[in-house]
């Protein structure tokens, strides 16, 4: 689970998080199936803040679904 002192975090946060780049954050979003939640925000222009309440419920799902695909 991501750090509970925001209830956001950034692209740099989840790319770090997951061990990912932006693009891979990119097409989660754009799956058919339990995409990712897009982001909430973009307060500076430079970067966008996610809702790490939607994040947490999006990875557990994720989890799910892998588990039902072994």
């Known amino acids: 689970m991501l750090n509970e002192e ?6 740099v946060e989840l790319c ?3 061990r990912c ?3 891979t954050l990119k097409r989660w979003q754009e ?3 339990n995409p990712m939640p897009a982001p909430k ?3 500076s222009g430079q970067f966008y803040l996610y809702s790490k ?7 557990e799902a994720m989890h799910k ?3 039902t695909q072994h």
Do not use: G, H, N, Q
């Open 41 to 43: 925000m973009r307060p």
């Open 21 to 23: 780049t932006p693009r």
């Open 6 to 11: 925001s209830p956001y975090t950034t692209t």
């Open 53 to 59: 309440e939607e994040i947490d419920r999006w990875e």
């Open 65 to 67: 679904e892998l588990e």
């Open 31 to 33: 799956r058919k199936v």
């Open 16 to 18: 770090a998080y997951f």
